[in-house]
């Protein structure tokens, strides 16, 4: 649940963050863009209020159990990609392999990952123009995914104590029995990479139905 928490309001607060920024710089020079900004922080903040209330309703439910179906997955990975570019990034994607029936918990993970990835790269890549590029590749028992970019931020490293979406992004690799690394890249820039199993169990230790469903951190 707290790692639900912070990467819907990290990712849904630092887009707000940046379109506010822009729509203040340009409100008087181009409104047509400050709309589009403005546009864009409507879209966040709704996202965040739908996939909050799905986490605080599923705090209230008996037991506090959590919920049996992910509010987000890889079916959403358009919107996800669209959001980023709507932020000022460059995005490039790549998808291979046959996409097949994938295990919901999975399928949370991995968006969950590339969302948080992209969250870093718009808060510490630097000064743009920035390119990230996202692949999923999907094989036989597992599937990869990769976030990159060219930025030139300075990484924040995993022990400073105010920071936990490294952090969040390792432990649902390893929820899963997956593996998780992340470090700058070599000449510039940031990686992110995780192996997923298809079929792994859901972190509560009971099965879901299938579904298409070191370095810098964020605070």
Known sequence: MARELHDVLAHNISMINVQAGVALHLIDDDPGQARTAL???????????????????????????????????LDRLDELLARAESAGLTVEAEITGDRGPLHAGTSLAAFRIVQEALTNVTRHAGPGPVT???RIAYRDQEIEVRVEDDGRGVSLLDDRPAGSGIRGMRERAAALGGTFEAGPRPGGGFAVRATLPRDAPDEQGEPDGPGESDGRDVR
């Open 132 to 134: 990230a590029r996202v």
């Open 39 to 73: 546009a864009a922080i409507k879209e966040a903040s709704k996202e965040a209020l739908t996939e909050m209330r799905s986490v605080i309703g599923a705090l209230r439910a008996q037991g506090e159990t959590a919920p049996r179906t992910p509010t987000a997955g």
